[in-house]
């Protein structure tokens, strides 16, 4: 039994992507489309007399369950590259995730890194920093983070910077992936280390705050070199499900 058990845990819920009333460049659009290539989103532009410009709309049954500016998506993922946050040029608390990437919960997705997609990959390190952010403004809680080799926590300036804040939180911070380093003496910050299939093929964040707050997770699974499987949730029994598999065998 393995982290695989949960790819079959989500069911596609069918959501789409509408740009309305695009007035960027053509080259925006065509970002947006790089981004979702791969993935079960389709997109479609629709201009809508007296309507807002550059809105992207997250389209589930007919119903508009989200939607953000076309702006905060250049912003945060169209424009930018994976050197912002391994360089940690961009702060933790400046991290921001548009409402319609939010709304993409459930919807899985397969991901390619670098060379052959330049925006794709970004997508799950930027809901990895967005999880974190979560648990620090939160102050409380329980958050776990896979990096098949431990040694990214030191050998990224960003990552370095991310968990050293986190240290200094009260947030109970557990660190999973093959050996390769080791916290600080007056870190309480916990390692997990070991060589089976969920150490050296996973990358996941779980956030599992105190009660009546939202639970949150990211699940991916590594299915080649570096294509990746997965999903992420808001669901509390899928996200307690994973955190109790975690927690229990690894």
Do not use: C
Not at 23 to 28: E, K, L, M, S, V
């Amino acid at each position: 039994m393995t982290l695989r058990r949960f790819l079959d845990r989500v069911e596609d819920p069918n959501r789409s992507l509408v740009v309305l009333n695009r007035r960027a460049p053509d080259p925006i659009q065509r970002m947006l489309g790089n981004l979702f290539e791969n993935q079960p989103i389709s997109i479609e532009e629709v201009d809508v007399p007296d309507g807002d410009e550059d809105v992207v709309l997250v389209v589930e049954d007919g119903s508009i369950v989200a939607q953000s500016p076309l702006e905060e998506l250049q912003d945060s993922i169209l424009l930018i590259n994976s050197d912002l946050f391994v360089t940690g040029a961009r702060e933790l608390e400046e991290v921001e995730l548009p409402s319609v990437i939010r709304r993409l919960d459930d919807v899985p997705f397969f991901l390619r890194g670098y060379p052959q997609s330049h925006s794709e990959k970004l997508l799950l390190i930027l809901l990895s920093r967005y999880i974190e952010r979560r648990a620090w403004e939160r102050r409380a809680g329980t958050l776990r983070a896979s990096f098949q080799d431990l040694s990214r926590i030191e050998d990224e300036m960003g990552t370095n910077r991310v968990y050293r804040t986190l240290d200094d939180s009260p947030v109970d911070v557990h660190v999973y992936g093959t050996p390769g380093w080791e916290p600080p003496r007056d870190s309480t910050i916990t390692i997990h280390a070991g060589y089976e299939e969920d150490f050296l093929d996973s990358w996941f964040v779980v956030y599992t705050p105190p009660e009546g707050d939202e639970h949150v997770a990211l699940l991916a699974l590594e299915e080649s070199p570096n294509q990746w499987a997965g999903f992420w949730t808001y669901r509390r029994p899928l996200v307690a499900d994973i955190n109790e598999y975690i927690m229990r065998r690894l």
